[in-house]
Nanobody, 121 residues
Framework: QVQLVESGGGLVQPGGSLRLSCAAT????????MGWYRQTPGKQRELVAA???????NYADSVKGRFTISRDNAKITTYLEMNSLKPEETAVYYC???????????????WGQGTLVTVST
């Protein structure tokens, strides 16, 4: 059974920084990608950043240059460094893991419980 454990959320002032972590445990296939999404009430969950086990990254345009996603393959952990945070980025941030045994196999997807990030004075 795969579990994702997120940490690092909290309250930060506008312009400040936070670092989120997401550690995956359980049986995880070698072809994986982990991503961070965020959601506010009444809005759809949106992709913030994602990274593959090979190191390929993808960012939402709104966070490029301010957020950095990285990973530790040995620990199957991903980190999201968030800088210059804005009040409108207050949201619940969710970690996602997609993995599969090979490109021809079924894609398995898992979500963390979410961690609240509040950007406010």
């Amino acid at each position: 059974q795969v579990q994702l454990v997120e940490s690092g959320g909290g309250l930060v002032q506008p312009g400040g920084s936070l670092r989120l972590s997401c550690a995956a445990t359980g049986t995880i296939f070698p072809d994986w990608a982990m991503g961070w999404y965020r959601q506010t009430p009444g809005k759809q969950r949106e992709l913030v950043a994602a990274i593959t086990s090979g190191g390929r990254t993808n960012y939402a345009d709104s966070v490029k240059g301010r957020f950095t996603i990285s990973r530790d393959n040995a620990k199957i952990t991903t980190y999201l460094e968030m800088n210059s945070l804005k009040p409108e980025e207050t949201a619940v941030y969710y970690c996602n893991l997609n993995h599969q045994l090979s490109p021809k196999d079924r894609l398995h997807s898992h979500w963390g419980q979410g961690t609240l990030v509040t950007v406010s004075t």
